[in-house]
């Protein structure tokens, strides 16, 4: 088992940055990528950002390509999600996720451990 725990996150104004956290436990060995997902109430859960970390190999949804960063520390085995120039549209539950199978990075359903999530909320 791998739990997820998420920090960070809170309000900003639009055009601002935030840096959200996710630390994982337990067999970590397991995991082959983590990923960030958001969802906001009547919406889909969509993937923002992922890393494989195995190689660092990043992908991102096209509406953040430029402005999140995904990255790791595998020492403390912790991933982080930097969030600079910040949209209103950008406002949501943000969860990080891990996964320990091959699929696709932004597919929900591929991951199988998640965080409690931490919410996002940006001003215009």
């Known amino acids: 088992q791998v739990q997820l725990v998420e920090s960070g996150g809170g309000s900003v104004q639009a055009g601002g940055s935030l840096r959200v956290s996710c630390a994982a436990s337990?067999?970590?060995?397991?995991?082959?990528?983590m990923g960030w997902f958001r969802q906001v109430p009547g919406k889909e859960r969509e993937g923002v950002a992922a890393?494989?970390?195995?190689?660092?190999?990043?992908y991102y949804a096209d509406s953040v390509k430029g402005r999140f960063t995904i990255s790791q520390d595998n020492a403390k085995n912790t991933v982080y999600l930097q969030m600079n120039s910040l949209k209103p549209e950008d406002t949501a539950m943000y969860y990080c996720?891990?996964?320990?199978?091959?699929?696709?990075?932004?597919?929900?359903?591929?991951?199988?451990?998640w965080g409690q999530g931490t919410q996002v909320t940006v001003s215009s």
């Open positions: 996720a891990a996964k320990a199978i091959i699929g696709s990075w932004s597919a929900p359903g591929d991951f199988g451990y």
């Open positions: 337990g067999s970590t060995w397991m995991i082959n990528c």
């Open positions: 890393i494989y970390t195995g190689g660092g190999a990043t």
